[in-house]
């Protein structure tokens, strides 16, 4: 039977997910560490640290009780109000044990603000469902004492099997059009740096409100068109350019009061090369 250093267990919910698996992943050697997943595969069934839970169908403390989680991580998705409820019973259960959630929130929070790049303590607004769904999920947490929560806001996420990357792939195979949006100006990171923060997160201790992204910001139509240079040596790629407003908009989260050690950082840069490797 393995031993583990340290007294943490851990609950990832959305483990069989793009961000959540890849956290599976560089958490399980360290962590007792359990997962769920919504849709029934071998390897997960496989797998006696994964339970089956569908946030529209099943309660969410019965996972917590099966598992009694000193870390529960957020990786969902899903029916906005059934996942409320389940974070309602999260936020329960922290009270009531030793426990603290690490919750995946986006950028999206700030997407009704579109002058400058947003910060930890800014103010939130939202003209997006998602964004305002995150910003409910976020402001119910930050009621509960702060040690018991960290939000970490991420911009795009991208990396070799992130869903975006296959997309792309996809259009250039079918010879399909690219979405790029030149008015947008993001940053960006990776599955793998975003799970190295999260590592660091737990064996610090640390909590409070975190902007992931990049150290840098770029223009999404350069950007993809980047992307598509590294991936591609095809002439006559399609793009279709889709403007939501006259004039740019940010899309960005820049750390100011909470930032991690440089070596958590990231550049756009990185990120290009990462995803291509
Ligand atoms: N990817 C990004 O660029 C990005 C950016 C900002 C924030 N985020 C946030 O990061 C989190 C993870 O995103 P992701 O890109 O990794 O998503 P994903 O690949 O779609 O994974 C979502 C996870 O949630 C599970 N799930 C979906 N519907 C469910 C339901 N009804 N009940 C229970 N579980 C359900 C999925 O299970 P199955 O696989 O079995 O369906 C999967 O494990 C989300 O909260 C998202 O808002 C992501």
């Known amino acids: 039977m393995k031993t583990y250093n340290s007294k943490h267990r851990i609950l990832i919910l959305g483990a069989s997910g793009f961000i959540g698996?890849?956290?599976?992943?560089?958490?399980?050697?360290?962590?007792?560490?359990?997962?769920?997943?919504?849709?029934?595969?071998?390897?997960?069934?496989?797998?006696?640290?994964?339970?089956?839970?569908?946030?529209?169908?099943?309660?969410?403390?019965?996972?917590?009780?099966a598992t009694k989680p000193t870390i529960i991580i957020s990786c969902l998705r899903g029916e906005f109000r059934a996942q409320t409820i389940a974070h309602q019973h999260i936020a329960e259960y922290l009270l009531e044990h030793d426990s603290k959630l690490i919750f995946l929130s986006s950028a999206n929070v700030f997407d009704a603000y579109s002058k400058y790049p947003s910060y930890e303590l800014d103010k939130t607004l939202s003209g997006s469902i998602y964004g305002h769904f995150k910003i409910k999920i976020e402001n119910m947490l930050l009621r509960l004492p702060k040690k018991k929560v960290a939000i970490l806001r991420l911009p795009m996420v991208l990396g070799s099997q992130s869903p975006r990357l296959k997309e792309l792939k996809q259009h250039l195979e079918d010879k399909t059009a690219i979405e790029i949006f030149p008015n947008i100006i993001m940053n960006v990171t990776t599955d793998s740096k975003l799970t190295q923060q999260i590592h660091y997160i737990i064996n610090q201790n640390k909590y409070g409100i975190?902007?992931?992204?990049?150290?840098?910001?770029?223009?999404?139509?350069?950007?993809?068109?980047?992307?598509?240079?590294?991936?591609?040596?095809?002439?006559?790629?399609?793009?279709?350019?889709?403007?939501?407003?006259?004039?740019?908009?940010?899309?960005?989260?820049?750390?100011?009061?909470?930032?991690?050690?440089?070596?958590?950082?990231?550049?756009?840069?990185?990120?290009?090369?990462?995803?291509?490797?």
Request: proline residues 3%.
């Open 21 to 65: 698996n890849a956290i599976y992943k560089e958490l399980l050697g360290y962590f007792r560490t359990y997962g769920t997943y919504r849709v029934p595969k071998k390897i997960f069934e496989d797998n006696h640290q994964f339970f089956q839970y569908n946030v529209e169908e099943d309660d969410v403390y019965e996972i917590l009780e």
């Open 210 to 277: 975190f902007h992931l992204g990049s150290t840098d910001l770029v223009h999404h139509d350069d950007y993809f068109k980047d992307i598509v240079k590294q991936i591609s040596s095809k002439n006559g790629v399609i793009y279709k350019h889709v403007y939501t407003t006259n004039e740019d908009r940010y899309l960005a989260v820049l750390p100011k009061f909470n930032k991690l050690p440089k070596h958590l950082e990231i550049t756009s840069t990185e990120v290009l090369e990462d995803i291509t490797k």
